[in-house]
């Protein structure tokens, strides 16, 4: 699987983003979606997850505030972000994960610049 972010900007306190991260490949629907940001000297850290089925989760950091889906037939995920703060400020990525028995298989994307303006 390859995947393609973009969507990325430079945006105003209290603006909006809309990512989206493009799939290759067929098996786009059997993989969890994620969206991880890494801010400069900081661990790369998870902002959503949404499932294969279509459930959707987030950590603090996008709680509230973003939104994440996915468009199974483009295989594309998006993640909304509303309300957008300094402390967003960091590279984006996509992941794609699943299971094969009790191994993971993970997939990056080569991430997108989020930059918060104050």
């Known amino acids: 699987v390859q995947l393609q972010a973009s969507g990325g900007g430079l945006v105003q306190a209290g603006g909006f983003l809309r990512l989206s991260c493009a799939a290759s490949?067929?098996?786009?629907?059997?993989?969890?979606m994620g969206w991880y940001r890494q801010a400069p000297g900081k661990q790369r850290e998870l902002v959503a997850v949404i499932s294969s089925g279509g459930s959707s989760d987030y950590t603090d950091s996008g709680k509230g505030r973003f939104a994440i889906s996915r468009d199974n037939a483009k295989n594309t995920v998006y993640l909304q972000m509303n309300s957008l703060k300094p402390e967003d400020t960091a590279v984006h990525y996509c992941?794609?994960?699943?299971?094969?028995?009790?191994?993971?298989?993970?997939?990056w994307g080569q991430g997108t610049q989020v930059t918060v303006s104050s």
């Open positions: 992941n794609a994960r699943r299971y094969v028995l009790t191994s993971k298989i993970d997939f």
């Open positions: 490949g067929s098996t786009f629907s059997r993989y969890a």
